[in-house]
C-alpha cells in the first residue's frame, strides 16, 4: 500500500510532463561569415546582421565585429547603439578579437555622430558628452597600436573633437600628437597655428608670423589663449598694431572671461607705447572702475601713475573718485605689486612728503620701506636716504629747540638709532631728554649706545665723547653699582677671554669635528644641559645636533633641538637651526607613531613661510605617508600627485619618490579591483 501510494504521483508527473525540444544543431560560424562579406561588399547591410545573427550569439569574434560594422553602415540612431555594443563587447570581453584598433575608432565616431545630432537638437551638454567620450577612445586608440592604420584619421578626429569642444588645452595636446605622430602635409598643416606660436625659442620672423596668422586666422580666433599667443608675439616683435587688433578682438568676442582685464591691460600698454596717451589713460580707468580688486587694476594705477609723471596725461579720473598724484602713490605703495616697484613709489611719497614739510610722515614712509625691502635693487640707497633723512631732522629738531619731536622721533625710529655708530645723533636725542627733566630716558639711550658700542669689534670707548657723558649722567644720578661696572669696562673695554671666548668655543667645535670622532666630540654634552647664550652658543648647537644624528644619538639629538625650539629668538637669530629644530621634531613624531603629533607639526611647516620649497614639499611628502598609512588613499594620491609635479628643482628626490608612490598605489587598486570581480563573478 504505501508504495502504490509513491507511484501514483510520479505517474502523473511522465503523463503530464511536457517534452523538451532537442538541443539546436551546432553552429559552424565560418560558411556564415564568408556568406555575410559577400553580402557587406554589395552594400546588404539588414541581410548582412541577419546571416551572422546564430554566430553572434555563440560570441564567435570576427562574427561580432562584422555585424558591429553592419549596423554602423546603416547610420541610424538605433544602429548606433547596437553597433557601439558590439564593438564594447570586441574590445572588453574578448581580447583575442582582432582589430581592436578598428573598433576602438568606430567607437569614438558613433561618440561624434551622436554630437552632432545633440548640437542640432539644441543638447549642448549631451554633445560636449559624447565628445568627451569619443576623446576618450580615440586617446586609447592611438596610446595602445601607435602604428594604427587609422592612426592619421583618428589623429585627425582627436583635432575635430578638441576644436569642436573649444578646449585649448585639449586642442593644443592634439596638434602636439600631430607633429610628433603624423607625417599626413594636410594633418600637419592643421597643427601649423599651434606649433607654430609654442615653439621654444619662440619666433622672431613678424613675417612668418604674419603669414601663419593669415593662413589659419579662422582656427585661432576659436581660441582666446591662442589668440592671445599670437597678439603677445606681434607685441614682442613690435607690430603694435597687429597685437592691438588682436587684444580688442579678445576683449570683444570674449567679454566675460577671466583674463579680460589682462586683454585691457595689454592695449593700454601698445596705446602708450604707441604715443595714444588719452586711450591709454582711458582703458586703464576702465580697468580701475570695473575690476577694482584685480591684480590688472593695479597695474592700471601704476601705468595711470607712471603717465601722470611723465605728463602724458594731466588727470586720472574714473566715474567713482578723481584720484590725486599722492593718492596714486600711495595705492601702488599699499598695491600688491611687486617689491621693488612699490618700494620705488614709497620712497618718491616719502621724499614728495619732506619736501612738503611732513618730515615725520616722510620718515614713516621711509623706515617702512627699509624695514619691508630689505634686499633687492635699490635696498641701499633707501637705507642711505632713511639714515641720512633721519639724521637731517634730529639736527634740525634739536636746533629748533623741538624736544617733544626728539621723543617722538626716538620712539618711531629706535631700530636705527639704537643700533648706529654714529653717535652724535643719539646723544641729541639724550640731551633732549635731559632739558626735559627724563633722565631715565636719557640713561636709557645711552644704555643702548654702550651696548651696541661694545658689540663692534675693535672699537675703543675711550674716543667717544658721548660715552663720557654717559658715565657723568651715571654719576650725577647716584648710580654706583652700575657706575663701577661701566668704569671697569671703561678701562680695559674686552679681555680677549671675555670678548671672543663664545666665537673662540664655536671654532674650537668645528676644528674638533674635524680631528676626532662623532662620539668622543658629544661625550662631554651627553649628561649636561646645553644652555645658548648667544649667537655662538645657537651655532655650537646646531653642529652637535647634526652630529648626534649621524651618531644615532636620538636622545641626545632630542634634547638639543628641544633647546633649540624653546628659543623662538633663533627665528631671527639663527632661522635655519629653528626650521631644523622643528622638522627633525615632526620626523621623531612620525617615528614614534605619534601621527596625530606629527601631522599637526608638518601642518605648522607648511604655512610658515619661512621654510623653503624643498622643506614643505617633505612635510608634504610625509603628510601623504601619513594618510597612506590609515589607508586613506584618495588623500594620499592626491598629495602625491601635487608633488610628484612640483616645479622646484630642489624636489626633485622628493618627486620621484611621490611618482613611485602613485604607481605602486595604482598597481595595488587595479589588483584589488581584479579580485572583488573575479570573487563577484564579473568578466
Request: proline share 5%; net charge negative; glycine share 4%.
Amino acid at each position: 500500500m504505501v508504495a502504490s501510494a509513491f507511484l501514483i504521483p510520479l505517474m502523473w508527473l511522465l503523463l503530464f510532463q511536457e517534452e523538451k525540444p532537442p538541443p539546436p544543431p551546432p553552429v559552424d560560424p565560418e560558411p556564415l561569415l564568408a556568406q555575410a562579406r559577400q553580402t557587406y561588399l554589395r552594400g546588404e547591410f539588414s541581410e548582412t546582421i541577419d546571416i551572422l545573427k546564430p554566430a553572434v550569439r555563440i560570441n564567435h569574434g570576427l562574427s561580432m565585429l562584422l555585424s558591429a560594422d553592419a549596423y554602423y553602415a546603416l547610420q541610424t540612431p538605433e544602429s548606433f547603439k547596437k553597433a557601439r555594443f558590439l564593438y564594447e563587447r570586441s574590445i572588453y570581453e574578448d581580447d583575442t578579437i582582432p582589430f581592436a584598433d578598428h573598433s576602438y575608432y568606430r567607437l569614438a565616431q558613433i561618440y561624434i555622430a551622436n554630437a552632432a545630432e545633440a548640437d542640432d537638437k539644441g543638447r549642448a551638454y549631451d554633445a560636449t558628452t559624447y565628445r568627451e567620450e569619443a576623446g576618450f577612445f580615440l586617446t586609447q586608440m592611438l596610446k595602445k597600436y601607435p602604428d594604427s592604420y587609422f592612426r592619421d584619421q583618428a589623429l585627425n578626429s582627436v583635432y575635430e573633437v578638441a576644436r569642436d569642444m573649444r578646449r585649448y588645452r585639449q586642442f593644443k595636446s592634439a596638434a602636439e600628437l600631430i607633429w610628433a605622430r603624423s607625417t599626413d602635409l594636410d594633418l600637419l598643416i592643421r597643427a601649423e597655428p599651434v606649433m607654430f606660436i609654442e615653439q621654444r625659442p619662440p619666433p622672431r620672423d613678424v613675417a612668418a608670423l604674419t603669414d601663419t596668422y593669415t593662413r589659419h586666422a579662422d582656427t585661432i580666433h576659436l581660441f582666446p589663449e591662442l589668440m592671445f599667443a599670437y597678439a603677445d608675439r606681434f607685441e614682442a616683435l613690435n607690430d603694435l598694431a597687429k597685437a592691438g587688433e588682436l587684444y580688442l578682438d579678445i576683449i570683444n568676442l570674449w567679454p566675460q572671461r577671466e583674463d579680460s582685464p589682462t586683454s585691457l591691460l595689454r592695449l593700454a600698454e601698445i596705446n602708450r607705447r604707441q604715443g595714444f596717451y588719452e586711450a591709454a589713460g582711458f582703458l586703464c580707468r576702465y580697468i580701475v572702475e570695473a575690476y577694482p580688486n584685480s591684480d590688472e587694476a593695479e597695474l592700471a594705477l601704476l601705468a595711470g601713475l607712471e603717465m601722470m609723471d611723465r605728463r602724458q596725461i594731466r588727470d586720472f579720473v574714473t566715474p567713482s573718485h578723481q584720484w590725486t598724484y599722492a593718492e596714486l602713490l600711495e595705492a601702488v605703495r599699499h598695491s600688491g605689486l611687486d617689491d621693488p616697484i612699490r618700494a620705488r613709489y614709497s620712497y618718491q611719497l616719502a621724499v614728495m612728503e619732506a619736501m612738503f614739510g611732513n618730515l615725520e610722515k616722510g620718515l614713516l614712509i621711509m623706515a617702512n620701506l627699509v624695514a619691508e625691502y630689505q634686499r633687492g635693487p635699490f635696498s641701499g640707497l633707501y637705507r642711505n636716504a632713511y639714515q641720512n633723512l633721519l639724521f637731517q631732522t634730529i639736527d634740525d629738531y634739536h636746533a629748533a629747540g623741538n624736544y617733544w619731536g626728539l621723543d617722538r622721533i626716538y620712539n618711531k625710529h629706535r631700530p636705527l638709532l639704537a643700533f648706529t655708530t654714529e653717535v652724535r645723533y643719539p646723544e641729541k636725542i639724550a640731551d633732549a631728554y635731559l632739558k626735559l627733566n627724563l633722565p631715565s630716558s636719557a640713561l636709557l639711550v645711552y644704555d643702548n649706545m654702550w651696548n651696541f658700542k661694545q658689540s663692534i669689534t675693535g672699537f675703543e670707548l675711550a674716543f667717544e665723547p658721548a660715552l663720557t657723558e654717559y658715565l657723568k649722567l651715571l654719576d650725577i644720578m647716584r648710580m654706583d653699582e652700575k657706575l663701577t661696572l661701566r668704569m671697569a669696562e671703561y678701562a680695559d673695554i674686552y679681555s680677549e677671554r671675555d670678548r671672543f671666548y663664545p666665537q673662540y668655543q664655536f671654532v674650537e667645535m668645528e676644528l674638533n669635528a674635524r680631528r676626532v670622532d662623532g662620539e668622543t666630540l658629544l661625550e662631554p654634552y651627553t649628561e649636561e644641559p646645553f644652555v645658548i647664550g648667544n649667537i655662538w652658543d645657537a651655532r655650537r648647537l646646531r653642529r652637535l645636533a647634526l652630529v648626534a644624528q649621524e651618531e644615532e644619538k636620538k636622545n641626545l639629538a632630542d634634547r638639543l633641538y628641544a633647546t633649540a625650539r624653546r628659543r623662538p629668538s633663533l627665528r631671527e637669530d639663527l632661522p635655519i637651526l629653528l626650521r631644523e629644530a622643528e622638522l627633525y621634531y615632526a620626523d621623531r613624531l612620525f617615528e614614534l607613531a605619534d601621527y596625530n603629533g606629527a601631522r599637526d607639526q608638518y601642518e605648522r611647516i607648511l604655512v610658515d613661510q619661512q621654510y623653503d620649497a624643498s622643506d614643505r614639499d617633505w612635510a608634504y611628502l610625509q603628510i601623504a605617508r601619513l594618510f597612506e598609512l590609515e589607508g586613506k588613499r584618495k588623500q594620499s594620491l592626491r598629495i602625491y600627485g601635487q608633488i610628484a609635479w612640483s616645479p622646484d628643482a630642489d624636489s626633485v628626490p622628493y618627486s620621484l619618490f611621490a611618482k613611485r608612490r602613485l604607481d605602486s598605489l595604482a598597481a595595488n587598486k587595479t589588483i584589488n579591483q581584479m579580485e572583488k570581480e573575479l570573487e563577484g563573478g564579473q568578466f
